[in-house]
């Protein structure tokens, strides 16, 4: 994965996780199928957000996105519809929430000293899951990376689990999944879009996407508003950086920093050496 990183040579990365995930949305769009990707990162990394390890880590992150949104820009490119966006096949979300700044003769002494400036909160994401055309899940205590699935480094547990009968190939009548997994994964939009919907039905069609997309950029607009009254509607936020055309990711205009803190978003790649951030 290493060499699809911009003007980035000479670091080995055996990643293949991610290499997986854009080739099959490439593949579906060479092939005119439609597919969609939805995945949540945390956005405050483990770690003091000034230390210089952390900034760089934030950076490599950014740099394999956008790898993965440069791959899709070129396929939409030769094969892909006319008006089809990157963001119609992949989108990286965050979980946080706000509450209303409550006035001074609400918040008790126990919780003064604690009482935030904006009564923001980014939440923190351990484990891992991974639902797959709402007919396969997995789940377990590792993060969905090569070092926690090969088995040769870290020691994690994981569980996948689907029902023959309710997988494409298992389908007789119906045009989708409908089993467990399927209940599972619309349970756990419910938790965190914080609205039910029958567009959340088929999550490859584009009409999903960019109805989880309304949601979750609202949340965000919400989340960084500087009307102290400002409260999220749910906890799902868009990972705020801006797309190009191209796959290029930028900086978005109201979020050079990660709220409450001096870290980039886009991190700050330092001096350390190359493989020891991305092996």
Known sequence: MGRCWKTITGYRNSHLIIM????????????????????????????????????????????????MYKMIAKAIEKRGPD???VTDYLNFYTLGSRRKIPHRSEISESDENDHLPFQRSLHVISGFLLIVDDE??????GAISQTALSGKRNSELAVGAWQPRHTQDGLLTEPHPKGRVWKDRLLIWT?????????????????CVRAVNKVANENWRLFICSDPQSETNSSL??????????????????????????????????KFPGEKQTL
Request: some cysteine; hydrophobic content about 40%.
């Open 191 to 207: 938790k965190h879009i914080g609205v039910v919907s029958d567009t959340f039905r088929r999550p490859h069609r584009i009409s």
């Open 83 to 85: 008006d089809a966006r």
């Open 20 to 67: 997986e995930i854009v080739s099959k949305i490439c593949g579906k769009i060479f092939s005119g199928e439609r597919y969609a990707v939805y995945i949540v990162l945390p956005l405050l990394l483990k770690g003091s957000t000034v230390s210089a390890e952390i900034k760089e880590m934030q950076y490599w992150q950014i740099q394999t996105m956008e790898m």
């Open 237 to 270: 936020l868009k990972y705020p950086v801006a797309i190009q055309s191209n796959g290029q990711i930028v900086t978005r205009r109201d979020c050079k920093y990660i709220p409450d803190t001096k870290l980039r978003v886009l991190g700050l790649r330092r």
């Open 136 to 141: 396969y899940l997995m789940v377990g205590t």
